[in-house]
């Protein structure tokens, strides 16, 4: 069986827990900060785990994670 190889794009912007749920970070917090509330752009700082639709295909692109 041959090794796969990790997207390394995906690597960067996810991390698995110990459970084995991957953890990201949000996004819309980059430009246009202006007109939005400063509770939002906080919440925006905290990460979150991702959607349970995404994470099958997601493990496939991280296999060793």
Same mark, same amino acid.
Not at 2 to 8: E, G, I, L
Not at 19 to 24: D, F, N, P, S, Y
Not at 37 to 42: I, L, Q
């Given at each position: 069986m %041959?090794?796969?190889?990790?997207?390394?794009a995906?690597?960067?912007?996810f991390?698995?827990t110990g459970?084995?749920?991957?953890?990201?970070f949000?996004?819309?917090?980059?430009h !246009?900060?202006?007109?939005k509330?400063?509770?939002?752009?906080?919440n925006?700082r905290?990460?979150t785990m991702?959607d349970?639709?995404n994470?099958?295909v997601m493990?496939? !692109?991280? %296999?060793?994670s």
């Open positions: %041959p090794k796969f190889k990790t997207k390394r995906a690597a960067k912007r991390k698995t459970t084995g749920k991957l953890k990201r949000k996004a819309y917090k980059s !246009i900060l202006t007109k509330t400063t509770k939002r752009k906080r925006l905290k990460a991702m349970q639709t994470e099958k493990k496939k !692109i991280l %296999p060793y």
